[in-house]
């Protein structure tokens, strides 16, 4: 049996700097603090957001999830907040990322892809032209009250895996993943990184036994027959 590198484990809706620590403990490469949302878990303030991502040492990254829409918006967002990637959980004109890029170097940026059809490969090449990656995720932004994330849905993992494939950037999978499916997902996929929020936690709370399970659950998902 042969190995290929794991993916990176993002560790999204994190509510405090207890969690981060958990989270970092437990070998995450980055960490989810969710912003204001019109639906969906793990949302704090800002204020929380940027007391976290000051505590989190480098290598390991923090990422804003914001649904704004507006680039100067979001830069005085982030400028608030402090993180070292900004995830867009909403779709922005290409014109908004180069913007954004130019007025905060050194910011990371990746784009949500919300994987609800064919239409998602497009969306997602175009999004390449920009971002420094792309998150594939279970959301509906057409809904009455937008599905932005965390809807613990699995998606489509044939087409996702077809957006790897044409991806020129690296590709993190999200939606819906467990400690029992996302040895499946990673072997279909093969992603550069998994994203989970809900599949960690139970009453809310970062479950540090379902943390460890996902985390074994990655190391097996890496192992592929020849």
Do not use: Y
Not at 75 to 95: F, G, K, M
């Amino acid at each position: 049996m042969a190995t290929t590198p794991a993916p990176r484990i993002k560790i999204c809706c994190i509510e405090t700097p207890a969690e981060a620590r958990l989270a970092i403990d437990a070998g995450a490469s980055a960490l989810g603090l969710v912003s204001a949302m019109p639906s969906g878990p793990g949302v704090i303030p800002e204020e929380r957001i940027a007391e976290i991502a000051a505590i989190v040492p480098p290598p390991v990254a923090t990422f804003l999830l914001t649904s704004l829409r507006d680039p100067e918006e979001i830069i005085n967002q982030h400028r608030r907040c402090r993180t070292s990637v900004i995830q867009l959980v909403a779709s922005v004109t290409p014109a908004a990322r180069r913007q954004l890029k130019a007025a905060l170097p050194g910011i990371r940026l990746v784009q949500v892809i919300h994987v609800t059809g064919e239409e998602a490969l497009d969306q997602a090449r175009e999004a390449a032209l920009e971002a420094h990656a792309l998150l594939l995720d279970s959301g509906n932004p057409g809904a009455k009250v937008p599905e932005l994330g965390g809807t613990g849905r699995v998606h489509d993992w044939a087409l996702s895996r077809r957006i790897v494939q044409a991806s020129p950037v690296p590709v993190f999978l999200a939606g819906g993943l467990t400690a029992e499916n996302v040895a499946a997902a990673i072997a279909a996929v093969r992603p550069f990184a998994v994203d989970v929020c809900s599949g960690v936690r139970s009453e809310g709370h970062l479950n540090p036994g379902r943390l460890r399970a996902f985390f074994e659950a990655v190391a097996t998902g890496s192992r592929v027959q020849p």
